[in-house]
């Protein structure tokens, strides 16, 4: 099993470029999530889905959008990119219905520079 | 609201000694409470979660942290730090309140032979 895995693993785009970061798993979980990760900032929340058909924005959306293409696939898409999106990008799943006591599993990211 | 503190941004220990990274956090409700840590160049991996059970959890790699509610913290322990042990940790709390886990900053720590 693969687990959870990220597509591209790195990507350079100039300033107003668009693309869709891919997350796949195949752990049957039902809740998937996107974090950025910067440095000094911790993860945070982008947007995040708790079944197949529903999203809902994090902690910091603005710029992004998602979509749960079915059960196994999420993805995140940047319309316009700008220098501030530049970050490494996690996909995350979990398993139960109790969002708050479910362990996260973590693909490998994606790193990405916007100049 | 909740909220994760982690105290110490590094943390250098020398191989064989005990290991402390320190985490306070805030929640309005009975917060779950984990630990995760990330290898460089990698993702993130659960090494410890608590969710009321017992208050003293115990995880991966000989990993431990006890839940205290009346310090509101989740300090986790190593009796005796390995070279394969240097890497960033992340505190992570999440309640019924919000439903989305909050991390913190995240502790480097840094193993000298």
């Known amino acids: 099993n693969a687990g959870v895995t990220q597509t591209p693993k790195f990507q350079v785009l100039k300033t107003g470029q668009s693309m869709t970061l891919q997350c796949a798993q195949d752990m049957n979980h039902n809740s998937m999530y996107w974090y950025r990760q910067d440095p000094g900032m911790g993860l945070r929340l982008i947007y995040y889905s708790a079944s197949e058909g529903t999203t809902d924005k994090g902690e910091v959306p603005n710029g992004y959008n998602v979509s749960r293409l079915n059960k196994r696939e999420f993805s995140l898409r940047l319309e316009s990119a700008a220098p501030s999106q530049t970050s490494v990008y996690f996909c995350?799943?979990?398993?139960?219905?109790?969002?708050?006591?479910?362990?996260?599993?973590f693909g490998p990211g994606t790193r990405l520079l916007v100049l | 609201a909740q909220s994760v503190t982690q105290l110490d941004s590094h943390v250098s220990v020398s191989e064989g000694t005990p290991v402390l990274l320190r985490c306070n956090y805030s929640s309005s409700y009975s917060p779950s409470l984990f630990w995760y840590v990330q290898h460089p160049n990698k993702g993130l991996q659960l090494l410890l979660k608590y969710t009321s059970a017992a208050t003293l959890v115990k995880g991966i790699n000989g990993f431990e942290a006890e839940f205290k509610k009346s310090e509101t913290s989740f300090h986790l322990t190593k009796p005796s730090a390995h070279m394969s042990d240097a890497a960033e940790y992340f505190c992570v709390v999440s309640d019924g309140g919000s439903y989305i886990p909050t991390f913190g900053r995240g502790t480097s720590l840094i193993v000298h032979p």
């Open positions: 995350a799943t979990s398993g139960g219905v109790s969002l708050y006591q479910e362990t996260q599993y």
